[in-house]
């Protein structure tokens, strides 16, 4: 858990509704690509780029072709993490308030990642697939 981060309830609040583009982004991104996840364990609605990746319909096969060839550490593929496309979407994530260390300017950057909804919006935005 981040640092001082309050948790929201979990993925029983989506019980009966269809999950299954979340449910794909949730197992691609999530698990794949996120330092703070925790298996098992799924907030609703998660973070404002997972929420994002929701809106947008991205195809989780997409993303998963997309990250056949980019594995790697927490890093933003290049993309400046002051990005306005990316500051925009932590600016409307409830965790940002909550505590995010990713964009908290006291927690030294070598002690925290970007989530991994963050890092996928990057890695679509580097191979051009998101503008």
Not at 46 to 52: E, H, K, N, P, S
Not at 53 to 61: H, P, R, Y
Not at 67 to 79: H, K, M, P, Q, Y
Not at 100 to 126: H, K, M, Q, T, Y
Request: aromatic share 6%; proline share 6%.
């Amino acid at each position: 858990m981040r640092h001082g981060m309050k948790r929201r309830n979990n993925w029983k609040g989506l019980a009966g509704r269809d999950t299954g583009h979340l449910s794909d982004s949730r197992s691609t991104v999530c698990q794949r690509l996120c330092a703070y996840h925790k298996p098992g364990i799924f907030e609703e609605p998660g973070c404002g780029a997972l929420v994002r990746l929701t809106e947008m319909a991205v195809d989780s096969a997409l993303l998963e072709e997309a990250l056949a060839d980019n594995e790697g550490g927490f890093v933003l593929w290049g993309i400046p993490q002051d990005d306005p496309r990316l500051l925009s979407v932590c600016a409307g994530c409830d965790f940002l308030a909550e505590g995010c260390d990713f964009r908290n300017p006291a927690v030294p950057r070598e002690s925290c990642s970007p989530c991994g909804g963050l890092r996928a919006l990057a890695l679509l935005i580097r191979e051009k697939i998101l503008p």
